[in-house]
């Protein structure tokens, strides 16, 4: 997942400023001249019905602060929406 972040903030002509790596997911901050985003990826491993079977799943959680004028914004968007579709099994 972080791999796909990476690319769509790529994708959406910003830079990788900065990257942290918390005890459950990461903080990814990119910024170009003029627009920003801040990234946030958390996982958690829980246990679901009826996949209990599988045991404990990892549990993805993404937010986005994205700044900059409208186009920016339906561009990190939908760069995100595509990057992400790889995470679906």
Same mark, same amino acid.
């Given at each position: 997942?972080l =791999?796909? /972040?990476?690319?769509? =903030?790529?994708k959406?002509? *910003? !830079?990788i400023? !900065?990257?942290?790596?918390?005890?459950?997911?990461?903080? %990814?901050?990119?910024?170009?001249?003029?627009?920003?985003?801040? /990234?946030? %990826?958390?996982y958690?491993?829980?246990r679901f019905?009826?996949?209990?079977t599988?045991?404990?799943?990892?549990i993805?959680?993404l937010?986005?602060?994205a !700044?900059?004028d !409208?186009?920016f914004v339906k561009?990190?968007?939908?760069? *995100?929406e595509?990057s *992400?579709l790889?995470c =679906?099994p």
């Amino acid at each position: 997942m972080l =791999l796909d /972040v990476k690319r769509a =903030l790529n994708k959406s002509k *910003l !830079e990788i400023k !900065e990257i942290k790596i918390r005890k459950n997911g990461w903080d %990814i901050y990119a910024s170009n001249n003029d627009s920003y985003a801040n /990234v946030k %990826i958390t996982y958690e491993k829980k246990r679901f019905y009826p996949f209990e079977t599988f045991g404990e799943i990892y549990i993805n959680k993404l937010s986005t602060i994205a !700044e900059g004028d !409208e186009d920016f914004v339906k561009k990190i968007k939908w760069n *995100l929406e595509i990057s *992400l579709l790889r995470c =679906l099994p």
